[in-house]
């Protein structure tokens, strides 16, 4: 059975049992003013592929910390940077920013910088507590990313088809997007050994440029009941339409983070009603996000996934920073990280990991929304956390 | 696999026709390689989901649509008519895949990447053939691709605005010496064709993933029907047309060949041009 993970949202909705879910600073309203530490965030905010937006919620967490005592009563200064989708820029300024001083970086999201800037981080002994963009952020000893990756996403999503909707005839359709089919082959394999199911049908490799019509078409005539769909909005949307149009009612839909947005349900319309969402982190009201919500307001910042993640992994690291005794360097930001115990982060469905393994990957749980009557709404009350059982 | 096949022939088919027999036809009065066709196509469909989304209903949003590409498509003639009347074919090709590009970054500027759902033009469920649903809007595309192909070659044919085009195909600076109204029956050729690219795109965009950039490349496989048609024969234009949405459509059913899907139309292109240079020599062909 899927253990929804009850105990870390208990924990994160409980506003003072625990050093995790109090306070963004230990001497809450008093603002902080002593020596800054220097944070840095690189990200793709132009470019080809535009993370425009992504790092307001690391800036909201570390303004509203600095409000709130800062880090022992030091302020955090947090730098974004903008590498502009170039790996050469990534490089650039992720060595500006180590040879300026910053200790340690938090909420990055670019195209490069976990492939071009891993090895250096790592020789550096510098900690990066990234958004997770691609899969090398997956694979290295100091980045350790708070979102749970391309392969975990569609596995939750077949899992709680199998496990909660009881479905058995589960299907998936992944896109063409270079580097990510191992991840979703990763995804099929990682279902079948949990469930003891076989995928039904797995259309991989869809092209992004080709109609959707044929693929409904197919997913019909296979007689799928669930189908998970790790797509962005803009194919999620004409393929939901082309199933709506075909009189397609019996196929349950389950997807992700991409979608949980309002412009998706106003294009999607009722196409969309019925379907599920595996997120990766607390939806903005859930139990556990008041600080966060306050964080966002302070700033003006609307509430959505990209903000949280960025103030997820700004969260996990000042959080860290504030159990340090002593001077906060890169060293001992590192030796903080590989001797924390378990995390309990309020918008997350597992406890935030690093010790000294050689890779991490701790975020293995999805927030299981429903989308009814044009509008999110939790599955479960107080229960929708799902993992991924580890037997 | 048949049924793969035919959602091809009938999601794709039908536009890509559309979008192949007027390439022809503004190739053959103007002299224009139009790759932005299917780009104004996409500016007038998004304009059409837009006006139907604020509010109005599908048939007045669908005309205002139709009238915004027709609008998009005169600005992009009067830019050849101004500039580029007597360039050479070369440079005519140029500034085509600059207004495909330019096109498709304004219509991004002017309404967002936001998702949007592109509404079916034609609404109502259909009819099932062998499991495939086939929607009024796309049986609409094949039977509007093959009125179209009528219409263009009896009115070339048969009509004396047809002689004059044909008249300017084969000189449009003799024709405009020779007192034909060359720039008017050039604008009018680039105002329909944005039209019927809007309208092609319409029908294909539904099931299609709603970015401009994705949307705007429909007109790939267009080019190469037209290719296969040498520029010339409408009738083969939209038959290869068809024959090329109903394969597409085929190689999406096999799991190994659906990655080649895109490539089908590069392959398409240079099969005819090694095909057509079969008898050259190599000194004289290089």
């Known amino acids: ?391 | 696999m048949l049924q793969s096949a035919l959602v091809g022939l009938f999601q794709s088919g039908g536009a890509y026709g559309l979008l192949a027999v007027c390439v022809v036809l503004i190739y053959r009065t103007t002299g224009v390689l139009n790759f932005a066709l299917a780009a104004v196509g996409t500016t007038g469909t998004y304009a059409f989901s837009s006006f139907y989304t604020s509010g109005m209903n599908l048939a007045e949003a669908a005309i205002f649509g139709i009238l915004i590409g027709v609008a998009a498509s005169v600005v992009c003639g009067l830019i050849y008519i101004r500039w580029f009347f007597d360039a050479t074919p070369t440079y005519r090709a140029g500034v085509a895949i600059a207004l495909l590009v330019g096109t498709a970054a304004i219509t991004i500027r002017i309404f967002s990447d936001e998702p949007r759902q592109i509404p079916a033009v034609i609404p109502g469920s259909g009819f099932s053939v062998d499991g495939v649903v086939l929607t009024p809007t796309s049986i609409a595309g094949i039977a509007l691709a093959i009125l179209f192909t009528l219409f263009v070659t009896q009115m070339l044919q048969r009509t004396r605005w047809g002689l004059q085009l044909r008249a300017i195909s084969q000189g449009p600076v003799a024709s405009e010496l020779l007192g034909l109204p060359v720039r008017p029956l050039t604008l009018a050729i680039w105002g329909g064709s944005g039209a019927i690219g809007t309208i092609a795109v319409m029908i294909v965009s539904p099931g299609l993933s709603d970015e401009v950039q994705s949307i705007s490349l429909v007109i790939v496989p267009a080019l190469a029907a037209t290719l296969v048609a040498t520029f010339r024969r409408y009738w083969l234009a939209l038959i290869s047309a068809l024959i090329l949405g109903g394969l597409q459509g085929l190689l999406l059913y096999s799991q190994t060949l659906i990655r080649y899907e895109e490539v089908i139309p590069f392959m398409v292109v240079l099969g005819v041009l090694i095909w057509n240079q079969r008898r050259e020599l190599w000194d004289e062909a290089r």
């Open chain 1, 1 to 391: 059975m899927v253990a929804a993970a009850v105990a870390a949202l208990a924990a994160a909705g409980c506003s003072s049992s625990s050093s995790s879910s109090a306070g963004a600073g230990s001497s809450a309203g008093a603002a902080a003013s002593g020596s800054p530490i220097q944070v840095a965030s690189l990200a793709s905010l132009t470019g080809a592929a535009s993370f425009a937006g992504w790092q307001l919620g690391a800036k909201a967490y570390f303004d509203y910390l600095n409000k709130h005592g800062g880090v022992n009563g030091h302020p955090v200064d947090l730098t974004i940077l903008d590498d502009a989708g170039s790996p050469t820029q990534a490089a650039l300024l992720a060595r500006r920013e180590v040879d300026a001083g910053v200790v340690a970086f938090a909420g990055s999201i670019s195209l490069s910088d976990c492939a071009v800037n891993g090895k250096y981080y790592d020789q550096q002994g510098i900690v990066s507590i990234d958004v997770g963009s691609d899969p090398t952020c997956f694979d290295n000893p100091n980045i350790d990313p708070v979102n749970s990756g391309p392969a975990t996403d569609p596995e939750l999503q077949m899992v709680f088809a199998a496990e909660d909707l009881h479905d058995t005839h589960i299907c998936m359709i992944s896109d063409a997007v270079p580097g990510e089919d191992p991840q979703y082959q990763a995804a099929v394999t990682g279902f079948e050994q949990v469930t003891g199911q076989t995928i039904l049908k797995w259309i991989r490799d869809w092209p992004i440029t080709a109609s959707y019509a044929p693929a409904v078409t197919q997913l019909k005539n296979a007689g799928c009941q669930a189908v998970a769909l790790p797509f962005e909005a803009s194919g999620a949307v004409p393929l939901l339409a082309d199933a709506q149009s075909d009189g397609i009612h019996n196929i349950t839909w389950i997807s992700g983070l991409a979608l949980y947005a309002q412009s998706f349900l106003s294009a999607a319309k009722t196409s969309a009603n019925g379907m599920y969402l595996g997120l990766e982190f607390a939806p903005p009201g859930a139990p556990g996000t008041a600080q966060m919500m306050a964080a966002f307001q302070a700033d003006n910042i609307a509430p959505s996934e990209p903000e949280e993640s960025s103030y997820t992994a700004a969260y996990v690291l000042g959080t860290v920073l504030k159990t340090i005794k002593g001077p906060i360097t890169r060293a001992s930001v590192l030796q903080a990280f590989r001797t924390m115990q378990p995390l309990t982060v309020p918008t997350m469905g597992t406890p935030f990991t690093f010790g000294t393994a050689t890779a991490h990957h701790p975020n293995q749980a999805a927030y299981i929304v429903k989308i009814n009557n044009g509008a999110f709404a939790d599955y479960k009350t107080g229960e929708s956390w799902l993992t991924i059982p580890t037997s």
